[in-house]
Nanobody, 117 residues
Framework: QDKFVESGGGLVRPGGSLTLSCIAS????????MAWYRQSPGKERELVAA????????NYADSVRGRFTISRDNDKKTVYLQMTSLKPEDSAMYYC??????????WGQGTQVTVSS
């Protein structure tokens, strides 16, 4: 059973914006922090942003802080990643997962973000 369905990726020019969505299922959404990760070819998957389960506290990778915003809608079991001022180095496959610091479940299919002129 798919636990995460990511969407919203695409091709965008440098400086542009995208908002990613991740619909979660198959577990108690409100009992977990949620996070977005990304992976580029030849690189390890890295944590991009995380949001706590209750407090709404957030954490961001230094490379995206100030440009990306993570949020969650517990009623919709959905986590979002609003991305602005996109750079070519933001190009990657983006995934979401449960857990504030470490992934808890298996990965979904991800959504591809390509930043290019």
């Amino acid at each position: 059973q798919d636990k995460f369905v990511e969407s919203g990726g695409g091709l965008v020019r440098p400086g542009g914006s995208l908002t990613l969505s991740c619909i979660a299922s198959g577990f108690s959404f409100t009992t977990y922090g949620m996070a977005w990760y990304r992976q580029s070819p030849g690189k390890e998957r890295e944590l991009v942003a995380a949001v706590a389960k209750a407090s709404g506290a957030t954490n961001y990778a230094d490379s995206v802080r100030g440009r990306f915003t993570i949020s969650r809608d517990n009623d919709k079991k959905t986590v979002y990643l609003q991305m602005t001022s996109l750079k070519p180095e933001d190009s990657a496959m983006y995934y979401c997962n449960a857990g504030f610091k470490n992934p808890v479940h298996s990965w979904g299919q991800g959504t591809q973000v390509t930043v290019s002129s």
